[in-house]
C-alpha cells in the first residue's frame, strides 16, 4: 500500500473552557476570580487511511468528531500525537498542504456574503493557482452536474440554504484537492438536496481518486456514501470498518418483517426468534442468521403471506445499542 | 414588562465583562469627553457665558442622558434590529403587548447605569461649589426638562428603528445618533445658524442637556420649559405615527 | 508559491474587497456620516475662535484643521478589529485559515480596497464643508506634499497592526471589542481628533506627541495644513516609524500566539 493519505497515532486535544456558577453572587466574584476547566475532546485516537477511501466518521454530538476533523484540516493544534496528512504535518499550515486539501462545513461558509459566489470562485482561482483552462473545464463541469449556471450569479445571501452548499462545494473542489473533508454537509437540507450532494460527491471520488472523510447527522448519508465508518465516542476511537461489520458485531440478530392473516402463538413464535412487534397482520422478528432460511420458508408458509423482508438492523438503532454499553468498548473492535 | 426588564438584567449580570467593559468604561468615557471642555475654559475662562462649574453641571446631565440611551434605549435598538433582520421580530408581532413598547425593553445593559451615578454626584458637587441650592420649584422645572429630554431621546431612538425596516444597512444610524449625542456635551450657544437650528429643532440636542442643565442653575424659565416638553411630546408622537407605518410595511426576512 | 503569484492573489483580493464595499456601499456612507464628527467640531470651535483666536489657533486655522482630520480619518481607518471579533467568535475565520493565503494578508487588502470608494463618498462632504466655511487657507509646500503620502501610509499601518493586536484578543477573550473602544475613548482626545493636541496644556502636548495616538492623526494632519517646522517634521516622521515597527512585531506576535489556541469556541 502506497503511504497513507491519513495517518493519525495516539493524537489528543483539550480545551479549556471558563466556568460561571449561577446567581448573581458568582457573576460578581467572576469578576476577579475566573475558574477555568479542561475539556478532553479527544482523548486517544490512532488510525489510518488510504488514498481514495470514503469513510465515515460516526459519533454522538461532543463525541469529538468535529474536532478531529479540524485537527486533520490543519486548523487546531493537536494537544499530543502525530498527524500526518498527504504527507504534511497539518497545523504548519504549508501552502502544499493547504492546496492539497478541501474542508466543507455544512454551518460555516467561504462564500462572500453579498457578492455572487462566483466571484468567490475567481479569488480562488487566483489564490489556488489554477491553470485558466483547468478552472474552465472544472467550472464547466460542476455547473453542469449540480445545475448551477444561474445561481452562482446571484449575491449569495438570497440562495436557499441547499444552493449555497453546491456552491460552497464547488469553491472547495475548484482546486482539485486529493483529500476532502466535509463536515455535516447536508444539515438542514431536504431528502433531494441531499441526494444530489451525495452523489456529486461520490462521483467526485471515484473520477479523481479523492480521499473523502465525512461526518453527519444523516446516517443514511453514511451508509450510502462510505464503505468504512470510524466510530467515536467520548474523544477515542469505539470501532473502525465496514457497516456489515459494525452490524454483525453489534447485533447479529436479522430483522424479518411479514404480513399475513394470522400468526402462531406468542410461545410458538418465540422458538423462532425475539418478537420485536405484533400488531393485527403484521410480524417483526430478529432472528439468528443461520436459523434465517428456515424461518423464512415457514413465514411463506402462513396463510395470506406478503411483504416478506429481511433486513439488517437499521445503523441507528447499532450505533445507539453501541454507545449504551460503554464498558465493553473493546469488544466491537475488530 | 418588568419581567421583561428583570430578565435581561439577570443575563446581564451573569456577564462579568460587562461591569469592565460598559460601566467602568462609560464613565471613564464621561471623564474623558470632558478634556475638549477644559481646553475651551483653560484658553477662554467661560464657554458662551457657562463657567466651569456649570458646565459640569451640564457634564453632569449629559452623563445622566448617556447613561438613559447606554441602559435602555440603545440595547432595545439594537436588539430590536437584530430581530428586524433575522425576521424574527414575528415572535414580539405577535405577544399580545404594544410592539412598540415590547421593542423598547428588549434588552437592557444595568451596567451603564454607573454612568448615572457618576452624572448625578457630578451635578450634586458642581451645584455645591458653585453655592447654589436648587429651591423647590428649580428642581420641579428641572425634573421637567429631564422628562423633556427623554421623550427627545426615545422620539429619536424609534425613528431610527423606523428607518431601519426599509433599508438593513441603516443599522448603523444607531451609531451616528451615539456620535451626535456627544456633542450635546456643549452648550448649545456654541452653535451657530443652521447647525443651532438642526440641534434645536430636528435632533434637539439643546433640549436633552442644556435645558435641564441650565434649570438646574436657575437660568431657566416657564416658557423654555413649555416649549421642551411640547418638543418632546411632538417628537413621541411623530415617532408613534412612523412606528405604525413601518410595522404596516414590515416584510418579514424570509433567511 | 511565486512572488508573482503572490502579487496576483492580492490582486484578486483586492478586487473583491472592492466588489465588498460596493455592495456595501450605504451602510459605508452612514458610516462616514458617523465619523462627521471633526466636522462638528469644527464647527465649535470656529464658533468658540470667532472673536479670538485660541490660542495660535484663529477660526481659518480650525477649519483647516478639522477638514484636514476628517479626510485623513477616512484615508486611515480599518475596522479588521470587528471582523477578526466576529470571526473568531462565529468560526467564520476557519475558511480564511484553510485558503493557502495568510488571513492577515486577506484582511489587509480588503481593508485597504475600501479606501478608494471611502475617499469618493468623503470628498463632497469635506468640499461642502469647506465651501460653507468660507475656503481653505492652505498652501503646503511641495516637500509637505511629497512626504504626505508617508506620513498617510505610516498612520494606516498604525490603526491597522493596533485594531489586529486588539482584534487578536478575540482569541482569548470575549469582548475585544470593548477594549478597543477604550483605544478609541483616548485616541478621541489624544489624537487631535476632538481639539488640536497643541492646544493643550503645555506640558501635556509634548508628551502626547510621543504616543502613537497623536502618530495616528494629529501628525499627518499638521503636515498637510503645513503647521510643522523641518524640525518637527523630521521628529513626527522619526515617531511614527518606532510606533509601526514596535505595533507591527506586536501584532503579528499576537497573532502567532492566537493562532494557537483558536477553537476553543467551537470554530
Redesign the interface.
Known sequence: MAEPAVQVEGLGKR???AE?GAG?RA??R??VHRRVRVVEAVRELSFALAPGERVGLLGPNGAGKT?TL?IL?????PSRGQVRVAGFTPHL?K?EF??S???V?GH???L?W??PAV??F????????IDASAYRRRLDDFVERLGLASIMFK?V?QL?LGERMKCELVAALLHEPSILFLDEPTLGMDVSMQLAIRAFVREYNEERGATIVLTSHYMQDVSALCPRILVINDGALRFDGTIEALTRTIRPLRRVSVRAESFPEDAALADWGRVIERAGDRLVLDVEPERVPEVVSRLVGLPDSRELLVREAPLEEVLRELFARPDDADEARP | MAAQLRLSA?AA????VG??TEGVLAVFWSLVGIVPLWVAIDHRGAVVGWGPWELMVLTGCFAALSSVFGAFLQPALIESMNHIRRGTLDHVLLRPADSLLLCLVAAFSPWRLLELVFGLVLIALSLARLGVTPELASVGVALGMGLASVACLYGLGILTLCLSFRAMQLQNLTYLFEALLDFSRWPIGVFRGLLKALFTFVIPLAVMTTYPAAALIGRADVTTLASALLTGAALLVVARLCWQVAVRGYTSAS? | ?SAR?QL??L???W??GF??AS??RVALFVWILTSTFPLISLALWAGIARDAPVGDFTQRDFVAYFVGAFLIRQLTSSWVVWDLERQIA???L????????HPLLHHLMTNLAALPLRAALAAPLAIAVLVAAGGLQIAPSSLELLVLPLALVGAWLINFSVQLIIGSLAFWITSSSALYELWMTCYVVLSGYAVPTSLLPAGMTTAVRYLPFHAALGFPVELLIGRLSPAELLTGFAVQCCWVVALALAAGWTWRRGA?V???VG?
Open positions: 480545551f479549556e473552557v460561571r448573581l457573576a460578581l467572576a469578576l474536532t479540524k484540516a490543519g486548523l487546531l493544534y499550515r501552502y493547504l492546496r486539501i478541501s474542508l462545513m460555516k461558509r467561504q462572500s453579498d457578492l466571484d468567490t475567481e479569488l480562488n482561482r487566483v489564490i489556488y493557482d449575491p445571501r436557499s | 439577570l449580570a451573569q456577564y462579568r461591569f469592565w433567511s | 508559491m503569484h496576483r492573489a490582486a484578486a483580493l478586487r473583491l466588489a465588498e455592495a456595501y462565529t468560526g467564520e476557519s475558511a480564511l485559515l484553510l485558503r493557502p493565503i494557537r483558536y477553537g476553543a470554530a
